[in-house]
Every structure is written in structure tokens, then in C-alpha cells.
């Protein structure tokens, strides 16, 4: 896990989806500890499956009074994602990128994003994402990936920090529970099982 400044990252301004208010990163984090998921797109059809499985986790975040938000890097494709409630906490948007930046989330060049994208891992992810009736379009910035930042209340540290490596990676939602040492009642869906194109559930 990488250091990250939390007191540097936490002064990055993020527009909120509903009031459209912009407010610094550090004030999600001020009075509770927030799980921070940064997608990579809000039209990714994986980053919709994995916003999806995430959301699962949202009751007993509520209820060990931690935050779930989400983090786009654009307001492209908002609308349909928010139509669509792939995603259970609040959402904002990093229009400068910043964050990203900050937190060490790569983008990749116009020639590395290809087999990055047609990697196992993504294709996998895609077929559950599609074995749910999820789906995604290739409009918005495709050259950025993502992960997912957990802060403690007040900033006083950070509980788990992951950077996308494909962008098929994703967090286990056992990881997730286990950093804000709280209990999950869910499971998460199973990822297909692929032998060329092939996929079983």
C-alpha cells in the first residue's frame, strides 16, 4: 500500500452529483470513515457491476456508520448511472482529475489501454457484468483507471488503499468489511469461470 497524503489529497474539490456544490475530499471524512470507490468510467461496464457488488455492503456500512461514495473522473455518462442505481452511496465528480492523480491511479496510453482491456480479468468481469444484465458503452475517458480509498474519521488514517493494476481489478468485499473491522452480511457474486470465450456462472 502505497503512503498517501491524506492531508494533501484531502484538499482536492469534488463536485457533488446532487446539490452540484463543489467540497474538499477531507470534509467526506471528517465526522466518519468513508469507503471512497473511484471509477474509471461511469459508462465501464465493469465499474458498473463492481459499483453494483460494492452497494451490497451499504446497509452494514449504514449501520457501522460508515460513508459509501463514489468517484467519477467526469460527469459523462452520470445521468444514465445514477438512472440506473448501479450505485448506493453518494456520488461526486473529479473534474480535474486530481484525486486520481494524487492517489496514484494510472492512465494509460492509448496503446497500452487495449490489452489492458482485453485482459482476463476484464473479460470475466464483463461476462458476469452481462450475466446480470449489466451493461456498458465505451463513451467518456477511457485511458483512466481507478480504485478505492478508506479513511478513518477524521482523516486520522488511512484503512485500505487500492490501485486498479487492469481494469478488471476490483476489491473483495470481504477486504472492504475487514479494513473498517465491521461484519458484512452479503456475498459476493461469484466471477464467471472462462476457457477462451467460453464462460460459465
Not at 473483495?172 to 470465450?197: F, H, M, Y
Amino acid at each position: 500500500m502505497a503512503n498517501v497524503d491524506l492531508a494533501r489529497v484531502g484538499k482536492n474539490l469534488l463536485k457533488s452529483s446532487d446539490s452540484e456544490e463543489s467540497v474538499e475530499l477531507q470534509s467526506l471524512w471528517q465526522h466518519q470513515p468513508v469507503v471512497l470507490f473511484f471509477l474509471r468510467r461511469f459508462g465501464c461496464q465493469v465499474c458498473r457491476w463492481t459499483a453494483s457488488e460494492i452497494s451490497k455492503l451499504e446497509p452494514d456500512l449504514r449501520a457501522g456508520g460508515v460513508a459509501l461514495v463514489g468517484v467519477g473522473p467526469e460527469e459523462f455518462g452520470l445521468k444514465e448511472f445514477k438512472e440506473k442505481g448501479f450505485f448506493k452511496g453518494s456520488i461526486y465528480v473529479d473534474e480535474q482529475k486530481k484525486s486520481y492523480k494524487d492517489l496514484g491511479f494510472k492512465r494509460y496510453t492509448a496503446l497500452s489501454v487495449v490489452p489492458a482491456a482485453l485482459g482476463k480479468k476484464v473479460r470475466d468481469a464483463a461476462a458476469k457484468a452481462s450475466a446480470e444484465g449489466i451493461q456498458g458503452n465505451f463513451s467518456g475517458d477511457l485511458l483512466q483507471s481507478g480504485g478505492m480509498l478508506i479513511v478513518a474519521k477524521g482523516g486520522e488514517k488511512v484503512l485500505l488503499h487500492f490501485i486498479q493494476d487492469s481494469p478488471g481489478d476490483h476489491i473483495a468485499l470481504e477486504d472492504i468489511s475487514k479494513a473498517l473491522g465491521i461484519s458484512a452480511t452479503v456475498t459476493e457474486g461469484q466471477r464467471p469461470v472462462c476457457n477462451d470465450d467460453v464462460c460459465t456462472r
